[in-house]
């Protein structure tokens, strides 16, 4: 897994388009962790609150380029 500094870097680069492929498949992982989480499939729960922060963070960038701050 790598770190939240590379994480925000990668998504930096991207353009509005390809941050909304990106969240599409970051809520699909969601959707996939809980699912696990649910059927006691889940070896790590704190992958759920990862994949929350990594929505979260496109969320915010995506309305940031949105806006014309970035």
């Given at each position: 897994m790598r770190s939240t500094k590379e994480f925000l870097k990668d998504i930096r680069e991207k353009s509005v388009d390809e941050l909304t492929k990106l969240l599409k498949e970051?809520?699909?992982?969601?959707?996939?962790?809980?699912?696990?989480?649910?059927?006691?499939?889940?070896?790590?729960?704190?992958?759920?609150?990862?994949?929350?922060?990594?929505?979260?963070?496109?969320?915010t960038l995506m309305k940031e380029k949105e806006n014309g701050n970035a």
């Amino acid at each position: 897994m790598r770190s939240t500094k590379e994480f925000l870097k990668d998504i930096r680069e991207k353009s509005v388009d390809e941050l909304t492929k990106l969240l599409k498949e970051k809520k699909l992982h969601l959707f996939e962790l809980k699912l696990k989480f649910k059927t006691q499939q889940l070896t790590n729960p704190n992958e759920i609150t990862q994949a929350r922060r990594d929505i979260s963070r496109v969320l915010t960038l995506m309305k940031e380029k949105e806006n014309g701050n970035a």
